[in-house]
Each structure stands twice: as structure tokens, then as C-alpha cells.
């Protein structure tokens, strides 16, 4: 097992010393390996979807313990929180007028567990919630994706509302976790709880934009029919786009997540590059902007004094 352990710290310790080209075409491969592996052995493909809401449900259940046991929300970006909020209260609108299912019941159990979340940081931990460190403007992402959505819908035969909607939710949930990304780009530093519920929404961005692309083969284009062309012929091509958009935008962390997992580090600390191609930052607080490790330790030492004062 220490073998084990010891090549592939060497293998990721390789993988880090090469150039950005490099690691995104190795990126790219082993994306693509997996596919072709699950492929092969999950026959329904409607399991992947099934394994993507089991996973993500176990990200939410770690933040979960993390917000009722250490009763602290630090690190947690709330607009992280609002956005995928909307998004699935949004898509549980969708599903109940167009297509209930199974879905619709996992769907409804997440909403009510992140307003729950919500609840959590906005109320009953508010005084540990790095607010400074949440900077995103989340309206950057919300006016953009309800303008997309007007422009590029499905065509289905439902009503332009309900496909408007659709549209929406899918554009908003791919870019609901920048504001995320943004608070451990501040902070360079991410605590346990923090890293796993972010690694297990990686995972299961990833599942999901499995499930899409190969029930897409298996159909040979018969699904991209099924969803509607929309505007020009764009609405599934952006729905796939959507999918893999989602799935890179974490895959930086989750490559930092693994590598700190193997070498018995506890707390995840990012080096600076790591999620700016997705949140650049405000004027005045780019790269040496923050003391994130010191920043880090000074705000739970201000919230420490605030909780027992």
C-alpha cells in the first residue's frame, strides 16, 4: 500500500512540474479514458445521473456536519449557496410542469437542504462567515445567463415560459460555484469540510456531464432531437456545453484536492493560479492582493474572540 501511495504522489508530483499545455492535454485524456471505461460498464446510463445527485448529496450532507457540529460557516461562500438555490428551485419548477420523476424527488430534497444552508449562514452563524472574502458580484452571471437563455432555448412543444426557465436553470447551474471559487481563491486556503463538499461537487459535475455525452452516443444524436433544437440549433450543443463547462471549471481544485488527500495534508492549501481563469479578481485583490494563509488564521481568530466574548 506505501508503494502504491509513494508512485502516485511521484506521479502527481510529475504532473505538477509540467507545463500548463501538457497538463490540460493529460486532462483531456484521462476525461476521456473514464468516459470510455463507464461506458463500458454502466449499460443505464440513467445511472450516472442517479450517482451524480448520490454524490452531490453527500457534499451537502458533509456541509451539513460541518455547519450543526464545528458550528462555523467559514469558508462557505453564501452566493454559492443562493445561486444553486435559484437554480434548483428553478429546474423543481420545470420538472413538476414538464417531466416529474425520480429526479424531481432528489432535486426537491437538495433545494430544501441548501435554503436550509442558507439559513444556517445567514442567521445562526452569520458572526463566522468570512463575508470580505465573498466578493463575488454574482449579478455578472446571473444577467448574462437570462439574457443566453432568451436568446438560446429549447424548441420543444411546452409552453416559452417553461422553456425559458429550462434554459436558465442549466446556464445558472454552471457557473453557480465561481462565487465559491472565488472565497478559496481569497483565502488560499480551504478547510477539510469546505474541500470535500467542493471535491464532491466536482465528482458529480462530472457524472452528470458523463451521463449527457454518452446517452448522446448511445442515441446517435436521437436525444439532441429529443431536447429541442432551439434558436438556430444551438440549444443542446449549449446544454452539453453547459455540462463540460461545469465539470473544468472545478477540475483545477479537484486535481489540488487529490494531491493534498494522498500527501496526508488535512487542510488544502491552493496555490495562487488556481480558479482565477474562472473568477478574475477585483482591482487592488489579485494575486498577492490576499495573505491567505494569514488572513485565514486571523479571521477565525477574530470569530474565536467574537463567539466567546
Known amino acids: 500500500m506505501k508503494e502504491l501511495k509513494s508512485r502516485i504522489q511521484y506521479a502527481m508530483s510529475w504532473i505538477r512540474r509540467q507545463p500548463p499545455k501538457v497538463k490540460a492535454f493529460l486532462a483531456v485524456v484521462s476525461a476521456m479514458t473514464v468516459l470510455v471505461f463507464l461506458r463500458v460498464i454502466v449499460h443505464d446510463k440513467e445511472y450516472l445521473f442517479l450517482a451524480s445527485e448520490a454524490v452531490h448529496a453527500t457534499g451537502i450532507s458533509v456541509l451539513i456536519y460541518k455547519l450543526t457540529k464545528e458550528r462555523t460557516c467559514a469558508g462557505l461562500s453564501l452566493k454559492t449557496q443562493e445561486l444553486t438555490a435559484l437554480y434548483l428551485g428553478v429546474r423543481l419548477y420545470c420538472s413538476f410542469v414538464m417531466e416529474f420523476g425520480l429526479h424531481t424527488l432528489l432535486d426537491s ?71 465559491q471559487l472565488r472565497v478559496m481563491q481569497n483565502t488560499k486556503i480551504v478547510e477539510p469540510f469546505t474541500a470535500h463538499y467542493v471535491f464532491a461537487l466536482g465528482i458529480a459535475r462530472f457524472l452528470n456531464c458523463a451521463h449527457w455525452i454518452l446517452e448522446v452516443l448511445d442515441t446517435r444524436g436521437g436525444l439532441l432531437t429529443a431536447l429541442g433544437y432551439g434558436t438556430y440549433g444551438l440549444w443542446p450543443f449549449m446544454v452539453i456545453l453547459s455540462e463540460i463547462i461545469q465539470t473544468f471549471i472545478l477540475a483545477d481544485f479537484c486535481y489540488y484536492y487529490v494531491q493534498s488527500l494522498m500527501g496526508g495534508q488535512l487542510v488544502l492549501r491552493l496555490p495562487s493560479g488556481v480558479g482565477e481563469f474562472a473568477t478574475a479578481p477585483p482591482s487592488g485583490r489579485g494575486r498577492g492582493g490576499w495573505n491567505g494563509e494569514d488572513e485565514f488564521h486571523e479571521n477565525f481568530a477574530e470569530f474565536g474572540e467574537d463567539l466567546h466574548g
Open 109 to 179: 430534497a437538495a433545494f430544501f437542504t441548501t435554503l436550509w444552508v442558507i439559513y444556517m449562514i445567514r442567521l445562526k452563524l452569520r458572526a463566522t462567515y468570512m463575508e470580505d472574502k465573498d466578493n463575488f458580484v454574482i449579478y455578472y452571471v446571473v444577467v448574462p445567463c437570462v439574457v443566453v437563455s432568451f436568446l438560446i432555448h429549447p424548441s420543444t412543444h411546452h409552453h416559452i415560459i417553461n422553456r425559458l426557465f429550462w434554459a436558465l436553470c442549466v446556464y445558472l447551474e454552471a457557473v453557480s460555484v465561481l462565487p
